[in-house]
């Protein structure tokens, strides 16, 4: 298993969608995961962390499942400014620094 | 205003020169990172500090130099030995190397080798 996985989409969805992304990570012994929001040409921005089993912050909601390895991002009620790629973001082995995925990319439409 | 800054935003140089990327960052963290993004990839680590004049190996460091100084400040050199230079840089800062804390970056800087 790689050390982070993404699907890289992209997701196309209609405003008012839900949409879910899914991240696979290969080091077991992780316990922070991060996800960082990245516009065309910009640079990431923290969007939401993951501590413990999962956290919600309005419209988004990550989860995380140790045993199957997996953090999940779901964004309910989608906007036109959730158009972005979304970074999924899981510590190096070292524990000294963060391995990013490649990113999903959402694209939402009116 | 706290922040990291990258200059300049876009560079242009010539095959063979090094160049020199600047990162400032006034948020008094400990440590720094570089990444590298290519079209369609994700962000790759090419060196990080812990702290001052310590610096370690990211996954892509050949054809990189860094220097760690200054606390606020963590310049990225990229020789000529760097096959493929054209890139998006991009620097970070966090309050410290443990992997629980967030990483803060910067606009970064569009380099091209024509």
């Known amino acids: 298993r790689k050390e982070v996985e993404q699907d890289p989409g992209p997701f196309n969805v209609p405003e008012g969608a839900t949409v879910a992304f899914n991240c696979t990570y290969s080091?077991?012994?992780?316990?922070?995961f991060f996800w960082y929001r990245q516009d065309c040409r910009k640079e990431p921005k923290l969007l939401m962390s993951?501590?413990?089993s999962g956290n919600e912050d309005g419209r988004f909601t990550a989860q995380l499942n140790r045993a199957s390895q997996y953090i999940s991002l779901l964004i309910r009620d989608s906007k036109l400014s959730d158009s972005a790629t979304y970074l999924c973001?899981?510590?190096?082995?070292?524990?000294?620094?963060?391995?990013f995925g490649k990113g999903t990319t959402l694209s939402v439409s009116s | 205003d706290g922040g990291i800054t990258q200059s300049p935003k876009y560079l242009f140089r010539k095959e063979g020169q090094n160049v020199t990327l600047s990162c400032e960052q006034n948020?008094?963290?400990?440590?720094m990172y570089w990444y590298r993004q290519d079209p369609g990839q994700g962000l790759r680590l090419i060196y990080y500090?812990?702290?001052?004049?310590?610096?370690q190996k990211g996954d892509i460091a050949e054809g990189y130099s860094v220097s760690r100084e200054k606390k606020e400040s963590f310049p990225l050199t990229v020789t000529s030995a760097q096959k493929n230079p054209t890139a998006f840089y991009l620097c970070?800062?966090?309050?410290?190397?443990?992997?629980?804390?967030?990483?803060?970056f910067g606009p970064g800087t569009r380099l091209t080798v024509l």
């Open positions: 948020l008094n963290h400990d440590a």
């Open positions: 973001v899981v510590p190096h082995q070292a524990g000294t620094a963060l391995i």
């Open positions: 500090s812990q702290i001052v004049n310590d610096f």
């Open positions: 993951v501590y413990s």
């Open positions: 970070a800062s966090s309050i410290d190397s443990n992997s629980y804390n967030e990483q803060f």
């Open positions: 080091n077991s012994a992780s316990q922070s």
